[in-house]
């Protein structure tokens, strides 16, 4: 499948010095970014780097052929365990924060089991179906859940006297984690096991007939992926102070494959730019209507249709062929 | 003599049932033949909802409705497999990815053209006469609901398995490479099965409308409920997604009756069932 992966993570293992600096020079962007960006900007900053988060947990599943709607349970869940915790039981930041992510990652332990059963068109049968699964519970019991409306009111803590509250520091300790868990996933994708996840994509026959156990490694990285989606749903209900149904609704699982695909879902750096390009296209259309699903629904067939590797896998190859050209590429 | 409550649940549970098949039969259909699970499909029955409701508005006529709403989603399907996935043949996550950009531009269409708020179809008095079974009566609509999914049900038999399309249809599912060698037009007996598919879902959208109501919202409801249907009852086959449809019916109507904080989830526990022991479902033969 064209929509997948291609071999440009190979050439990525090594970072090359000329990616380095790169990669410095983006991060010197970003640290610089309050001083050139407005205010509305730097929230719009803020939601592209914890939306990425959640794309990860995409992502990083993608690079195994699975293809997952179903990501939205682990933000959920997460999401509403710190949600409840804080608000209704008044337990403190950093227990309800951990339970939060715990249960994020039981979740997947045990949904793992059910769903690495099912390959591509069905994997992403089920975990839609999962998905909607965890909304109507979301919606429906109430009790647990505050129903329609939610859960209100949380409010970042302040630590060691710095107040999160403040966008300002909420960006700069997104954008720590953010780097955190970008170089994190780049190594766990150069590892034996990540490119064993990928190889599982290519050839999932010649993985096992070389004693891998394929199972295994799907089901590991499933449950990586919805610690991912946990982290993302701990950042977001701080962030936005609710969680709600329409928080994880299919919506938020469609919005999540758009990105990823427009940017391109074999590298870390696609899904950025996708999330980047959707959230920034949304931000503008919404100015003249609330209809923008239309337009980004239009651009993901496009997509789809003529630039399956998305965004970032056409420029990589642009930019590859431009490398080789100057000779900066490293042969190996 | 028996609880008049369980007999009503199990009565709305059969209806449920037959408005699930309606749905569900299109869906098993096109994925037997294509192997491309259509997520616009719960969009395609929103639409044909949306349809029916504006055609009935405007001549009253309940039953052009209906075909007007089935014709109307047929065209759609058409475009979508014509122009859009025929592109990407063979590609399955690709084509099934499409589906799902397809139905968020249908979804968003259908709010901006009829709004959020929900709307219905009259239920047309000729069909809903007041029916006494087992000691209560019951709005004779839901009955005709169910029998007309009987009916869809037998029709797609005879086609299926007394037509010649309908043996060109299963060669198809059974093995596509070896129909196309021996001349048949593949891709136009794809086209042609969308068709159908989608035609189901726009009537399906239109009964659905009339005896329940339609929003943005119910898309995914029945779209998710049509793939539970099929992944208990077995993708591709027909006859499972009519097992399928009884079992989910049956307990979206009791769970709603009895459990309703969880009436949606429960829905749910016999596909993560069958998951378990048999993930090719009740009645399919292998999962690819």
Redesign the interface.
Known sequence: ????IDSAGKKNIILTNYDKIIFLLIIILAILAPFYLSAFMLTVAIRILYMTVLVYSLSFLARGGM?S?GQTIFFGLSGYTLARLLIIHNYSHASALALGILLALLGAVLLGL?VI??????F???T???G??GW??A?????LTRGDDGIIGVRPPAILGIDFRNRLYFYYLMLLLFIIIYLLLRRINSSRFGLALKAINDNPEKLKSLGYNVEFIRYIAFVISGFLAGIAGIIFVYYNGIINPATI???RA?WM??AA?LGGINSLVGPLIGVASVLLMEVQIRRFTD?Y??I???V??LV??FM?EGIWGFLESKINKLKKSLGLTRTH | MLDPIIIMTVLNGLTQAGLLFLIASGLTLAFGLMQVVNLAHGAFYLLGGFLGYSIFRLTSIWWLAVIGGGLGIALVGLFMEKVLLEKIRGNLLSETLLTIGFSTIIADLVLFIWGGRPLSIRIPANLNPRVNILGIVYPGFRLFILVFSIVVGVGLWVILFKTQLGAMIRAGVDDREMVAALGINISRLFTLVFMLSAFLAGVAGVLGGTYLSLQVGTDVRYLVLALVVVIIGGMGSVGGAAIGALITGLILSFSGAYFPQLAFSLTFAPMVIILAVKPSGILGRKII
């Open positions: 499948m064209s929509i997948n293809i709607l059910i059963r099912t390959k591509g068109v069905y992403i049968m089920i839609l179906a999962l909607q699964m109507g519970i919606l429906q019991w109430s009790s609704n299919i919506n469609v494959l758009v695909i209809r699903m239309i980004i629904g239009t993901f067939v789809i249709l399956p």
